[in-house]
């Protein structure tokens, strides 16, 4: 147990974003993929805030931190949408399922 | 010391969190872990003295995100507690795949040598942490609690005590309180953050919008009889 | 960590009283180390009896103002004739009752979404200013974390719905989430009002803006503030999913909603939760709106002068002074976010409870238009003063003229008080 450092966040971070990489490739639920992604970001903001506060990024890490937490919001709330109409249309959201053009 | 001891709790929910998501196959148990890991990634924050991405971490994400996507898991449930299974030889080549991703990863996290590699960002005479301050990082805090005032760490002392609600603020409106703005733009470009700020509000209008309409009740036979009318 | 007295932090305190007693040196770590252990399991403990005593205190109150209002006389018994351990009594019997889980229900969620939701409500009292310094942990976006820890709250509702395994509770949660999150809108927007008066989200500045008279509170500092606070109380009251917006609970179409199968200890720490963050928004209300720990009519600044400079020299950086101010004005304030409690109480057996849809119009066709005119009213009213008057307010110093003298008085203040000491 030595001193809190950059590595053992950028290991959290690492961590997050292999949990979400392997949660978006074998999860057939498409809300499970959603689930993987905001894992993805997270890892990634992890590394961000790591990096404002060990080296000379300074303010420019939360800021960006701050811009992917936000994106992230919009994105989900657009996938979870787009979603809802694959349920409607498919009566599942199982996302193996969607493999025809015409809904 | 106790820093330890919160980041070692933390960092162990955050991650046993991320791999209960990706082993469980129940969605509503998915929901949870999320909450678990997406919440300590905040308290993350908070040791990292990100206090205002911290709360809005735990707004955004944990009070927004996750709820949106649990009323997803409710409104796309076909049944009860809905499980749509990954098949196991899925699983195990996902977990192989997985693993050897994150000793790349951890194995490069540990061959790069942070300090000097960050000593060659382009850091402005005003910006609080070069990589000199890095080193001297933990010197500065002992000197900020003994109320030093000394000129230099004054804005480095407030970003470590994690008071980054003012400065946060002043780069959206465009200005930056750590960076000399007139030395620092080596490649041409202001440092602050005016322009990405209002792209950002737009864009969240146009998804408010644009997910209301993606998600709207249909309506399809009724509006074809309008258009018909028309 | 801030302080439990005004110009000391319980952890020097703690960190010199043994130094004093013991001659170790007041800065080795281990002496430190103490000092932060025992000031932060102090500063716990005090919340956690904030957390779980005001809520046994509402829950009496409740059934007593309901058994007024209707013609009776609600708990006699318990604890003498006004039955003041009635909630005790019931606490103990809950606490006995069988831990049911059902068998359709997805047993580790159903158990966890209790806790989940009471830890929600208790961290939000972590960052709730009680008095002039006294405040558990001091953030700089204090009222904008207090609204992130309270919309935490809806995720153990929904999770214990969805997890139940049972029609009532799934549709409660439903209900409530659709509820919670829409309401989540106007409430920051009508909160942001008196923030953007104050130009900080530290509760601790906001706080202080407001002492003096009544006429310094943010309800009485334009006329859209004054309906900001009536918009922002009604949210809150919904937000909270009290009466008439308790469509989640709707005993009459949903049996109890989202804790239908839930018993015993695991239901009382959802009402638990439920009191508590009532006491967290009255009390918010209280900070933003009423003046927080300042009583407005000069009682403070006379008990201030009355035991000013005593007790300095008992221990160093103790004033007996501040510390009695702070216990008044943490009594102000307890008792304006009880009244705030006592009306949701009042409104709760007065009104008939709303539909679903009509809770739903209310705030997505009226609150967040109404509360986002009163942003943008509240924003152009100085700047209208300003080109009319060509100043900022009607009567009296301008709100920054006034911080900026209470910031140089505090700040000599405080310089006497550690010259004192010294």
Known sequence: MGEVGLNAYLTVGAVLFVCGVVCMATKRNGIGVLMGVELVLNGANVNFVAFSRFTSLGLDGQTIALFVIVLAAAEAAVALAIALNFYNNHLTIDVDRGNELQG | MIEQLLFYTFAILTCGGAVAVVATQNVVRMAFWLVVSLGSVAALFFLLHADFLGAAQLLIYVGGTVVLLVFGVMLTASGPYTTIKTSPAEGIIGAAVGIMLLLVLLSSIGGVDWVSVSGRLPSTPQSPFTADSVREAHAEESLVNSGSTKAKTDLAAVQQQGRTVRQLG????????????????????????????????????????????????????????????D | ???????????????????????????????????????????????????????????????????????????????????????????????????LVPKDADALVFRMAPYLATIASFAAFMVLPISDGWIAVTAECGAFLILALMSLEVLGIILAGYSSGSKWALFGAMREAAQMVSYEIPMAICALIPLMIAGSLNFQVIGRMQSGGFWNWFILHDPFTFLAFFCYFTVATASVKRAPFDLAEAESELVAGFHTEYSGFRWSIFFLAEYSSMFAVSAVAAILFLGGWHDGLGIDSVIDSLFRGTGTGIIEGFSLGSYVANVFGAVVLITKACLLVFVQIWVRWTLPRLRIDQVMTTCLKYLVPISCFLFLAAVLWPLTLVTMFSRPVIAGPALGERALSQQKGSSIDASERLGAAR
Request: aromatic letters at 10%; a positive charge; zero cysteines.
């Open chain 2, 170 to 229: 002043l780069s959206f409106l465009g200005l930056r309180p750590d960076r000399n703005l007139k030395e620092g733009g080596a490649n041409g470009l202001a440092p602050a953050y005016f322009l990405p700020f209002e792209i950002v509000s737009v864009h969240l209008l146009v998804v408010l919008i644009g997910a209301a309409y993606l998600a709207r009740a249909k309506r399809r036979a009724v509006s074809e009889d309008r258009v018909s009318l």
């Open chain 3, 1 to 99: 960590m801030h302080g439990l007295f005004a110009a000391l932090t319980l952890e020097d305190f703690i960190a010199r009283t043994i130094s004093s007693l013991t001659k170790i040196p007041a800065d080795s770590d281990t002496l430190l180390l103490i000092a932060f252990l025992a000031a932060a399991f102090t500063h716990a403990g005090l919340l956690l009896g904030l957390f779980g005593g005001l809520p046994v205190f509402y829950i009496w109150l409740e059934r007593k103002v309901a058994g007024r209002i209707q013609d009776r006389l609600g708990p006699t018994r318990v604890g003498g004739s006004f039955g003041w351990l009635q909630t005790i009594a019931d606490g103990i019997k809950l606490i006995q009752k069988e831990d």
